[in-house]
């Protein structure tokens, strides 16, 4: 499916963020030159396509107190990635779930991001996370440092 001008505009003002204002549609329509109403019903028909597939509010969790925050690699079988990655996805805990191929001295292929407020909470997660997936082959990699972190931006 291919986006008109005017869906791509829509899409530019939209992965800057929603404006902290009362109506932020409002504001964004006056950006485009258009009604606040004919913004929201384009939207909708933009989900309703499945080109937009959700609305979300993104947190810094390092300033709400998740400071320890690791990748979880994991060495499984690969005729049971599928099945794993569908149990670890079902933890709260974790945000990200991933399968990568392996590499001659890397052996892990799926990929869990947890976070923590503690390295303990982090080590306690993915402790129950191996017990039900029946997984015992697996490493965290804790984060030292955030140098970059920003939403995906589809076109400039």
């Known amino acids: 499916m291919e986006l008109s001008e005017q869906d791509r505009q ?3 003002v939209l992965q800057e963020g929603l404006p902290l204002v009362s109506r932020p549609f409002q504001a964004l329509a006056q950006v485009l030159g258009m009604s606040e109403e004919t913004l929201i019903m384009d939207v909708k028909r933009l989900v ?6 959700r609305f979300g509010a993104t947190v810094r969790h390092q300033d709400l107190g998740y400071v320890a925050n690791a990748m979880v690699v994991w060495d ?3 005729s049971q ?3 794993a990655g569908r149990i670890m996805a079902a ?3 974790v ?4 399968q990568r191929p392996r590499h001659p001295r890397w052996p892990f292929n799926l990929y869990t991001m947890v976070h923590g407020q503690t390295r303990e909470e982090c080590l306690q997660v993915a402790e129950r996370i ?3 997936a029946g997984l015992e082959k697996y490493r965290l990699l804790f984060s030292t440092a955030e140098l970059k972190k920003s939403s ?4 400039e």
């Open 130 to 132: 191996s017990r039900a």
């Open 48 to 53: 309703d396509q499945g080109l937009i597939r």
């Open 91 to 93: 933890f709260e805990e």
């Open 95 to 98: 945000t990200h779930c991933y």
């Open 152 to 155: 995906m931006r589809y076109f």
């Open 81 to 83: 990635v599928h099945e």
């Open 10 to 12: 829509i899409v530019r």
């Open 76 to 78: 499984v079988p690969d």
